[in-house]
């Protein structure tokens, strides 16, 4: 059985995850936007965190692990190259570390573009992949650090995950990023219909995070440069892949 995902929205548009494991009863945070919400999760299950895993340096991504190490005394995990502007961690990580979270073994994956250092967390048992602000739900992360190579890379260590891998990502973008993909690729039906599911999901209050790697790949412009029609849509048939991703990056930047 998959490890039990719990999604939690935190601060105004960010979002934690529990991972929890019934046999073990071992429970993991990713990410720590503010500890109040994940305390509350965590106390209605009557469930005990073990430990935080945290994917960049970003405050709304870190600023609730204080307390939360305060109140339960977890272990937290988090990139060697961005340890210097971490809370203190129990364990610094670099790519091809392993983590265990439950009987499941989490594969430490650099993601660096949004920023250098990002770390992403791949469970193939469960099927989940924790992305934070690499690759989002219909979009990616903005370049703070890294250059459109790095992050082209980046995307392309997680497209080439297994498809129904769950992509969580860190915030509710989802909509303002499929607004801006439908200006890239408007004739595209499956971005089309997502757009009218995600529409609906967000008038009824509910996430659309986790999302599905396959619905990614056929309707997030990120993972989607290297096609010859996004190139000619983009008026750059002949660029590199990476030259493609980066001129989407820009329209998104002043989308």
Known sequence: MPLELVTIACLKDNYAYLL?????GHTTVIDVPDAGPILTALASRNWHLDQILLTHHHADHIQGVPELVAATQA?????????????????ALVEGDTVKIGPETAQVLDVSGHTMGHIAFHLPT?????????????????????????????????????????ICSGHEYTASNLAFAATIEPGNSALTARIERVTLARA????????????????????????????????????????????????KDHF
Request: charged letters at 20%; proline letters at 6%.
């Open 20 to 24: 929890h494991d019934t046999a073990s």
């Open 75 to 91: 272990a937290v995990l988090g990139a060697k190259a961005d340890q210097h502007r971490l809370p203190p961690l129990t364990r």
């Open 126 to 166: 469960s099927g989940y992949a924790f992305t934070a602000d690499s690759l989002m739900a219909g979009g990616c992360g903005r370049l703070f650090e890294g250059s459109p190579a790095t992050m082209w890379a980046s995307l392309g260590k997680l497209a080439s995950l297994a498809p129904e891998t769950f």
């Open 204 to 251: 009824e209050g509910r996430a659309t995070v986790p999302s599905r790697l396959s619905g990614e790949l056929a309707t997030n412009p990120f993972l989607r440069a290297g096609l010859l029609h996004i190139k000619l849509a983009v008026g750059l048939p002949d660029a590199s892949d990476a030259e493609v991703f980066a001129e989407i990056r820009r329209r």
